[in-house]
């Protein structure tokens, strides 16, 4: 995508001003990607807030969604239209979610569906993408801050539900559930690759015994 080009040649030109070393091309170029991708979804989202007349809606969604997506990580999508469109289908989600009075109990069971969240979020977070892999240290700090940024949101949460001010807790759950659902497709993801990785590996393992088999039959 245009996205992507724009952001490989302002790294191309670092590169060759010396700016930027050749073992931080891919870092720098995911930073670029990163940076104009949002910028892109963040007018696309609020041109939604505008259109549904849901302005205030969305700054209450993002506010509880941005920090905890930085610091917890999650799935990201391969192509950056794909990333768009997710993002806004999202907003859409959480905006009309938020417009429903008691659609399927959630609201008789916040607090509980809340807790639930919390428990699936601390034991997934953090999760790191290829792009962007994080040192041990990293993963301990980020996955601290993502905790204790979520506890505060659900304080706030817990607070704004007993006042029954229902929309804004609707849109506050709606963001802690997408955060838990990325957290979880990512992971899942992550093991279906890696038992990917190890079957083709036992097949490679396989291969090398056949052929060693069959050199040690040939000698004999």
């Known amino acids: 995508m245009i996205i992507s080009k724009i952001a490989h040649a302002m790294v191309v030109k670092q590169w060759k001003s010396g700016r930027v070393e050749s073992k931080d091309i891919s ?9 104009f991708e949002t910028g892109v ?5 609020f041109s939604i807030g505008l259109c549904f007349r849901a302005f205030g809606q969305v700054l209450i969604f993002l506010s509880c969604f941005m920090p905890l997506r ?6 990201h999508a391969k192509q950056s239209w794909q990333c768009i469109v997710v993002s806004n289908l999202v907003v859409i989600l959480a905006i009309v979610a938020s417009r429903f009075n008691d659609f399927l ?19 997934l977070t953090p999760i790191e993408c290829k792009q962007k892999p994080l040192s041990l240290k990293e993963k301990q700090v980020y996955g601290r801050t993502a905790k ?20 804004i807790a609707r849109l506050i759950l709606c963001a ?18 890696g038992s990917k990785r190890n079957r083709m590996e036992e ?18």
């Open 41 to 45: 979804n963040l007018v696309l989202i």
């Open 27 to 35: 870092v720098y170029e995911y930073g670029y990607t990163l940076m």
């Open 176 to 193: 802690h559930v997408f955060v838990v659902l990325s957290l979880g497709s990512a992971k899942l993801i992550q093991v279906w690759e």
């Open 148 to 167: 204790i940024i979520f506890l505060i949101e659900m304080l706030f949460f817990f607070i704004i539900r007993y006042y029954c001010y229902m929309e």
């Open 70 to 75: 930085c610091f917890a990580g999650g799935w």
């Open 105 to 123: 109990f959630v609201d008789q069971n916040m607090y509980g569906i809340e807790v639930l969240v919390f428990l699936f979020f601390i034991s």
């Open 203 to 220: 097949c490679n393992e396989d291969r090398d015994k056949g052929s060693n088999a069959t050199v040690s039959d040939s000698e004999c």
